[in-house]
């Protein structure tokens, strides 16, 4: 038994992780015929709070309770796997990418983000602030505009065979080697 | 790919990302509570499988390391599976309805909007399941991050009419 909580409290390996994800696929659509996507709780926050007689806001969010109770699952889980699953190791980061951080103040790896550019205090550094709130909006309208982020285009549409959401699902990642490798370089650069 | 016709053409835009794949039967509140469990479950695995790191998706984009090409291939062929199976079988829901998965038709946008939604994704690390378990994992930035993305999101539908799709 200590055993099996020991191992649960270790980081979980990519197939465990991708099995579970993949099977919330058939999940939702046999309890009650629903399709895996999170973005549009972006836009049902939207709707129940600021719908500002916005035509795109205007439609009856209570029809999407579901995905709102889904996501307050994600908070109580993470919450969950954050204070009584976890280990006090620090989280193995590949060597090439640690230098490359250091070399631009970025120190922190005990965390899952790296508290110099994530947190309250780092919003008054240029960096900080656009990662956060540039970096949100683009999340936040992107999405929206591609009409589906990672779980609904690229878990599942792409589990449905949608060659639009193959679509998307390359325009992502090409989005985000762009950023990785060619901008955020430089954004790093303002402390 | 799709093995879908689209029948979707004359639909309007803003009634495809949302409301038209639910169930025909109401569900009372406490019968939402089996979507909170699952996702509870999904909130474990973000933070146990550190897929809400930034540093795990800085790896990806680098390419140095498997870990989320791994995650997202393994999650991408059990989701193929499980889907071609419930429509070999034609599984009906517990409910005892039909399944139906109504495909999202394509649009330009689909190429803008993506390509925006990446380059925030490597600047956040975090895709909208992320900002909610990083919420929940008491990171603050998560609180920053969501603003934003609603920020973003009811961006979109103020210029909706106006953007190319």
């Given amino acids: 038994m200590f055993e099996i909580i020991e191992s649960l409290k270790a980081p979980w390996a990519w197939y465990v992780a991708g099995a579970v994800i993949g099977l919330i696929v058939p999940a939702l659509l046999i309890i009650g015929n629903k399709t895996f996507g999170l973005s549009s709780n972006l836009r049902h926050i939207c709707a129940a709070c600021f719908p500002a007689n916005i035509k795109f806001f205007k439609y009856n969010w209570k029809n999407e309770l579901w995905n709102l109770f889904f996501v307050a699952g994600i908070m109580i889980g993470a919450f969950i796997a954050t204070h009584y699953l976890s280990n006090s190791n620090a989280i193995i980061i590949n060597e090439n990418l640690k230098s490359t951080l250091t070399n631009l103040g970025i120190t922190d790896f005990q965390h899952l983000m790296p508290s110099e550019l994530f947190s309250f205090n780092s919003l008054s550094s240029i960096r900080g602030f656009v990662l956060m709130v540039v970096g949100g909006f683009l999340v936040g309208f992107g999405t929206r505009y591609a009409n589906g982020c990672t779980s609904g285009h690229a878990i599942m549409g792409l589990s449905n065979l949608q060659w639009p959401s193959l679509v998307a699902t390359i325009c992502f990642m090409l989005g985000g080697f762009i950023m990785t490798n060619f901008i955020l370089p430089f954004i790093l650069q303002f402390n | ?165």
């Fill in chain 2, 1 to 165: 790919m799709s093995n879908h016709t689209q029948p979707m053409n004359d639909i309007k835009l803003d009634e495809t990302s949302a409301c038209i794949n639910h169930s025909e039967k109401k569900e009372s509140i406490f019968s939402l509570v089996k979507y909170a469990f699952i996702g509870m479950l999904f909130g474990i695995v973000f933070v146990k499988a550190e897929i809400i790191s930034w540093f795990r998706i800085q790896e990806m984009f680098k390419f140095q390391s498997f870990h989320m090409f791994g995650v997202i291939g393994t999650a991408v062929t059990v989701g193929i599976i499980s889907v071609a199976i419930i429509k070999k079988y034609n599984i009906k829901t517990i409910q005892g309805e039909k399944i139906i998965i109504v495909p999202k038709p394509f649009t330009k946008g689909q190429i803008y909007g993506s390509l925006l939604f990446g380059l925030g994704w490597a600047m956040t690390g975090a895709c909208p399941g992320p900002i909610f378990a990083q919420i929940g994992s008491g990171l603050m930035s998560g609180f920053v991050i969501l603003a934003s993305a609603l920020l973003g999101t009811w961006t979109y539908g103020f210029f909706q009419e106006k953007l190319p799709h």
